[in-house]
């Protein structure tokens, strides 16, 4: 696996997203390397706490816009083919009977907003930054954000990412509840290993039973239906005149200029 590590000590598994010269963003072959890496720890019994984490201080910025704009085919099954990959990674990490922790060093935007917020533990760098950001480029949500995003933070704050975007410092992410605990920059690996390690010595088989019940009281077992739609509505989108102008802004640095439909 070219951009995807992982490391498993004492029964942590760790998965790091390493492409951080695109922002630890995901292209198709770094998305189906994610989601094999995702399966590999979700099922191997000697892990009993995963980790998901970017290289570089960058935690995740989601599908790799410039791959997807190279491409010769329609954005739509671009970006399709990338987010079924994406997506299939979510399900597993939510399916998965062990805890899951995002490592957010850096920042999470988009699609990598989504996957840290799908994770059971979000713990965040002092200088970590949360944004929705598919706003920018007129597209509609995915990678289980806008499922997520109202059970974590309420109707009332997942319509101001949505509709504003604000970019969230890690504070106030925590104190939306979007993220479990803010760790100094200089103490985050030390701590985060901590942690894992504390989850990973547990007891294992019963975290898991309690993590499914967790799951279906928060209507977690439509969590695959969801995601199906989010994946068909987005690429529907994307096929639209309103994305091709988004990405073109995007790259040129200048504000985009959406016209009614």
Not at 109 to 118: I, W
Not at 140 to 165: C, D, H, I, K, W
Not at 229 to 258: H, M, V
Request: some cysteine.
């Amino acid at each position: 696996m070219t951009n995807i590590r992982v490391e498993i000590e004492n029964s942590v598994g760790t998965l790091t997203i390493a492409r951080r010269e695109r922002f630890n963003s995901l292209d198709v072959e770094t998305a189906r390397d994610l989601r094999k890496a995702g399966l590999q720890l979700a099922r191997d019994r000697n892990v009993r706490c995963a980790v998901l984490r970017g290289e570089g201080n960058v935690f995740c910025s989601g599908a790799d816009l410039k791959f997807i704009r190279a491409e010769n085919a329609a954005y739509g099954e671009s970006f399709k083919e990338i987010l079924e990959y994406i997506h299939s990674t979510i399900s597993e990490i939510r399916r998965s009977a062990k805890p899951w922790i995002a490592a957010v060093d850096g920042v999470a935007a988009a699609g990598g907003f989504g996957l840290a917020m799908s994770c059971d533990v979000v713990l965040a760098s002092e200088s970590a930054t949360f944004e929705w950001a598919y706003g920018k480029t007129g597209l509609t949500g995915a990678e289980s954000s806008t499922f997520f995003l109202p059970r974590l933070v309420g109707f009332r704050r997942a319509m101001q990412l949505v509709l504003l975007n604000p970019r969230l410092t890690a504070r106030a992410a925590l104190d939306w509840g979007l993220v479990t605990d803010v760790i100094p920059d200089a103490d985050f690996d030390i701590r985060l290993r901590q942690i894992a390690e504390q989850i990973a010595q547990g007891p294992t088989e019963a975290l898991g039973i309690a993590k499914q019940l967790i799951n279906q009281a928060a209507g977690v077992d439509r969590l695959d239906f969801h995601l199906d739609r989010e994946l068909q509505n987005l690429a529907t989108i994307a096929n639209g005149s309103n994305f091709a102008e988004g990405i073109d802004a995007f790259f040129e640095k200048r504000p985009p200029a959406f016209a009614e439909k």
